[in-house]
């Protein structure tokens, strides 16, 4: 399997088609990884979807259908609050890495002890994303998640340059962003800061 990658994630989030996948990855191209959720409900558009953001030959991971992962050829699965436990991925799906979106330090410990590879944590800042939902959890809490041992992938809020640094000082293994990964120069500013 290879390397959980480090740097930047680009999330491909509400894409209605291919077409709609082939500009993202126009945009996004700069990334490390892709990852991708709520796409259309069908299972063959989902599965199209990812197979096109695989033909670019990027790292993907899929939010919550380790079946169209296995189908596309990704090489991640992410497990959200709503879908199967860490644990039922890694037994079902051994060929695929797992993840775990989380937002605390309790979520973040069951999904370590069900088996996880890697974990998505945040928002560690506003974010429209979460606004009314979550509040920001803040750079001490993702230091505790660290701290867990894992790579963790930080999310929410992340558009600026200055807070790959704070990220990267807090131990971060990466950063995934949504609506950076629509606008190329601004994506590549963050990769260059990551390097």
């Known amino acids: 399997m ?3 990658p480090r740097g930047l994630w680009a999330v491909a989030s509400d894409l209605g088609s291919v077409q709609e996948a082939r500009a993202w990855q126009q945009s996004a191209a700069a990334a490390a990884a892709y990852t991708v959720r709520r796409w259309p409900k069908e299972d063959p558009p989902g599965l199209a979807l990812q197979r096109q953001l695989k033909s670019d030959g990027h790292w993907l991971a899929s939010h919550g259908r380790a ?6 050829d ?3 699965v992410i497990a959200g609050v709503r879908s199967l436990p860490v644990a039922t991925y890694r037994e079902s799906f051994p060929q695929l890495f797992v993840g ?8 973040a410990q069951t999904a370590l002890d069900g088996g996880a590879h890697f974990l998505i944590f945040g928002p560690v800042w506003d974010t429209p994303e979460k606004s009314g939902i979550l509040e920001p959890r803040g750079l001490q809490q993702l230091q505790q998640v660290v701290a867990l041992g894992l790579p963790v992938i930080a ?4 558009e600026q340059a200055e807070q790959i640094s704070q990220l990267q000082q807090a131990g971060a293994h990466g950063a995934a962003v949504l609506r950076v990964a629509r606008q190329a120069e601004q994506l590549q500013k963050l990769v260059d800061a990551w390097r």
Not at 67 to 72: F, G, I, K, V, Y
Not at 100 to 107: D, G, L, Q, V
Not at 155 to 158: C, D, F, H, P, T
Request: avoid cysteine; proline fraction near 0%.
């Open 2 to 4: 290879q390397a959980i």
């Open 155 to 158: 999310i929410g809020g992340i």
């Open 100 to 107: 775990a979106s989380t937002h605390s330090m309790e979520e």
């Open 67 to 72: 079946d169209l992962a296995a189908l596309a």
């Open 74 to 76: 990704a090489q991640a």
